[in-house]
């Protein structure tokens, strides 16, 4: 159930600087986000794609990615629906229906919705490997160090810490309820979630005692007196970090660049584009490949000059 | 607030031809990261005890973690009966955040993605909204009410997302097949979130009060 969970392992991007993997990610959502061109989306996807094989959890990426699939047919369906567009008639039904109109089936929007789901995998992939790359609590305390308010991020970390801890809690009072006789597993909607009360009052009040506990205990430990807060952990940033993030934030660069001079640009509807332009178009989509790629061997040099 | 309210309009801006002027995804997301912000600023200038702090983080703690077992039922979740009944309870700012990081941390175990700051929205504006009803004395049979609501209002919050990502000719038409083919993912919401509260609402509204009793001090 609990898929995405990070697991400890020792990796380059295990290690990297929270602010590292930051950077790589709010490039890879951007560019994703910019852009509607396949290959473009396909290079940003390789980029996760390697990164996962980088880090050693292609497994676990990939059962993340087995998700995708499943929402293939869902977009396609939907956008066949919802659109009456495109030239290339594939496939037309005979009748219209009250709100949609004409259904038909046409290439472009066939192409539009596979070139979604590339998108989305690419987000998806690149989420998967900070989640499974990353504490939580690191990602926090990087967050903190960005001089964002710092009451808020507090009771983010303490909610994230409390989830394998209030799970646990949640199974041993399943547990208990079972031993009383609960079965959880027959009864209509309606008395299922009657029973489900017998889980979720307990788990109610047992935490909320809890949080009382860790309340005083944070005040026995001076929360809350000084302004400013200190550290047990220390993030800092090193000169080979900001080298790397400066790599990992220049396919974003380059793209904006892109876009201030119009190239890139793809249009589905009325009718589909060529998937290369002009030449010009090739040499920024080269580009950003070659970057996003630039990353990997600077990030094994690191890993040599640290683990040897 | 007020900022908030506008730029969330902001987002939705019909053009004289019927088609939606410049409804990008980024800008959709840029909007809606920008509210949660524009919370955060009211969230830290009001004075929070420790005790405070700590329940909130529990409470959207036990609400993200009831939502990881139901996540394969689409809609049907406890989550809004909590976090509605902590909004009743603990006031509208204390409501939203429990909405709010409800989605944010549970979902570091089901996905994040460009949906959380919509999510975070869809549920942090019902502990919102609970929190201002909860200043007046209300029927509890409203409330439920109010609960099916949300569960149709978070359903359409949602489709923007969907909107400005997967459908490509923004026009009015396809906003509205949009929004209709949608239907049936809200009703199951909304049916489940009446359903929840009805049956667990009230008493979980009674443990919340009696916790907010025990540790708050009145000068006579």
């Not at chain 1, 547990?175 to 006789?181: T, Y």
């Not at chain 1, 309340?215 to 807060?229: L, V």
């Not at chain 2, 089901?110 to 609970?130: K, R, S, V």
């Amino acid at each position: 159930m609990l898929e995405l969970v990070y697991k400890r392992k020792r990796s380059v991007f295990h290690d990297a600087s929270p602010f590292l993997k930051m950077s790589w990610l709010f490039s890879i959502l951007m560019i994703s986000i910019i852009f509607e061109h396949p290959i473009i989306l396909s290079i940003i996807f390789l980029s996760s794609l390697l990164m996962a094989f980088v880090s050693k959890i292609f497994y676990d990426w990939a059962r993340v990615m087995k998700l995708v699939v499943f929402f293939v047919p869902f977009v396609i369906l939907f956008n066949l629906l919802v659109n009456a567009n495109g030239e290339t008639v594939l496939w037309q039904l005979p009748f219209r229906i009250p709100i949609f109109g004409i259904l038909n089936i046409t290439l472009e929007e066939l192409a539009f919705s596979l070139t979604m789901c590339i998108r989305i995998a690419a987000i998806l992939g690149a989420f998967a490997v900070l989640n499974l790359t990353t504490d939580p609590d690191d990602l926090l305390i990087a967050v903190t160090k960005l001089r964002l308010p710092y009451k808020s991020v507090v009771v983010t970390s303490l909610s994230t810490k409390f989830v394998p801890v209030l799970f646990s809690d949640l199974k041993n009072i399943q547990e208990a309820q079972r031993s009383r006789g609960v079965d959880f597993s027959k009864g209509k909607l309606y008395d299922r979630i009657k029973k489900y009360g017998a889980i979720f009052f307990p788990l109610l009040s047992k935490s909320l005692d809890r949080s009382v506990q860790i309340a005083e205990s944070m005040e026995t430990r001076g929360f809350g007196r000084y302004e400013k807060r200190s550290f047990y952990k220390d993030t800092k940033i090193s000169a080979s970090d900001i080298l790397l993030i400066v790599v990992s934030i220049a396919p974003l660069i380059i793209s904006l660049y892109m876009v201030s001079q119009g190239v890139g640009v793809f249009k589905f509807y009325q009718k589909i584009d060529s998937l290369i332009k002009s030449s010009s178009e090739a040499y920024y989509i080269l580009a950003i490949l070659l970057v996003q790629v630039f990353l990997l061997p600077l990030l094994k040099i690191k890993e040599r000059m640290a683990y040897d | 607030m007020a900022l908030a309210l506008l730029l969330f309009g902001g987002g939705l801006v019909f053009d004289e031809s019927r088609t939606i002027v410049k409804l990008w995804p980024y800008e959709i997301i840029g909007i809606f990261v920008l509210v949660i912000f524009s919370f955060v600023y009211q969230f830290e200038k009001k004075e929070f005890s420790t005790k405070q702090l700590t329940l909130i983080a529990m409470l959207s703690g036990i609400s993200a973690v009831l939502r990881i077992p139901f996540s394969n039922f689409q809609g049907i979740q406890p989550c809004t009966t909590l976090i509605i009944c902590s909004g009743l309870v603990y006031g509208p700012i204390a409501g939203f955040f429990v909405g709010a990081l409800t989605p944010f941390v549970s979902n570091f175990f089901l996905g994040h993605g460009p949906w959380t700051p919509l999510q975070m929205i869809g549920w942090g504006l019902p502990g919102l909204a609970a929190g201002y009803l909860g200043k007046k004395d209300i029927n509890f049979k409203f409330i439920i009410v109010f609960a099916v609501a949300w569960g149709f209002l978070y359903g359409w919050i949602m489709n923007i997302w969907h909107f400005a990502f997967f459908v490509k000719p923004h026009t009015f038409e396809t906003f509205v097949r949009t929004y209709v083919l949608s239907i049936g993912w809200d009703v199951s919401h909304a049916f489940g979130n009446g359903l929840f509260m009805a049956i667990i609402g009230e008493r979980t509204i009674k443990i919340l009060t009696r916790y907010k009793k025990r540790f708050t001090i009145e000068r006579m």
